[in-house]
């Protein structure tokens, strides 16, 4: 039994392997001296394409290399300031309020809750969406005014009359603008260095837009808080809540050419912020107007 089934097996091994296509291979012939020479080639193609890569790249690098900084290339600190005298005079004025009353109420400011902060941070923020509006309709961009006309009606609503910024968290971000960048737009330079009492370091064109910001706020009135008690009041708490998101200090740096680096540092962020204009880029999320000094 044992034997029969054990030729069965070799039976059908047998039948198998007969079933199947049966090939022979052969390998290649050795031939170590062909194979050396081929491999000598082939090394001395990729150094030579290793090589003009390299050369290339060398080459491309010192294109784009930097040359090196001339004093022409350095922006002049000399800054259009026919007003120096009394612009300094103003400006240790600034120094010794900001010191005295600015910022001990806005310390004493930032000791409140922080949803509290939040709230009113927000709600002046909602307010200045009217003045991008009208600003930016005369800038002819209306893609932005349309923006802040949707921030400002969707904050005043559903965000409870701005205290939440809802536009935001909708991905509808905000995008200030303010009538000094108006001028820019109309082509007017930012014009001589001036020091605004309280508010600081300013020029010409800011100044007057400043003036054209509030012209706007209280033509328009929103809710009746730009005429009467209510708009000194809102007026305090909006400057404390801006003075108290600024770190600027006066004379901490203890240099004796601080207002000579202020200036050149607002004028030339103004001249920037002037060439992305030109240049049609989106204007950053930036406050406008920043008081006591920045």
């Known amino acids: 039994m044992r034997a029969a089934l054990v030729a069965g097996l070799i039976a059908s091994a047998l039948c198998g392997c007969a079933s199947r296509a049966f090939e022979i291979r052969t390998l290649p012939p050795e031939t170590p001296t062909a194979n050396t020479a081929e491999a000598a080639q082939d090394a001395v193609a990729l150094a030579a394409v290793a090589a003009k890569e390299s050369a290339q790249a060398e080459r491309q ?32 004025f600034n120094a010794h309020f900001d010191e005295a009353v600015f910022v001990p109420i806005a310390d004493d400011y930032r000791r409140l809750p922080s949803p509290l902060r939040t709230g009113v941070h927000n709600f002046f923020d909602n307010l200045a969406e009217v003045e991008c509006v009208i600003n930016y309709t005369l800038q002819w961009r209306l893609g932005f005014g349309v923006r802040s006309l949707g921030r400002f009606l969707l904050n005043s609503t559903v965000g409870i009359g701005g205290l939440f910024d809802v536009a935001t968290k909708l991905h509808l971000a905000a995008a200030p603008t303010g009538f000094s960048t108006t001028l820019a737009v109309w082509g007017m330079h930012p014009g001589p260095y001036l020091v605004i009492p309280v508010l600081g370091p300013s020029t010409l064109r800011d100044g007057i837009g400043l003036l054209g910001d509030y012209g706007a706020s209280y033509g328009v009135n929103v809710a009746d808080l730009y005429r009467g008690v209510q708009s000194w009041v809102l007026g305090v708490t909006n400057a404390v809540d801006e003075r108290a998101h600024i770190n600027f200090r006066y004379y901490a740096t203890g240099s004796p050419f601080e207002y000579e680096t202020v200036r050149f540092l607002y004028v030339r962020k103004r001249l920037i912020e002037d060439e992305r204009l030109h240049k049609g880029e989106p204007p950053k999320k930036t406050r406008a107007h920043l008081p006591a000094g920045e």
């Open 61 to 92: 690098s010192g294109e784009d290399a930097l040359r090196p900084v001339t004093p022409s290339d350095v922006p002049p600190m000399d800054t259009y300031d026919p007003w120096e005298r009394i612009n300094r005079v103003t400006y240790r």
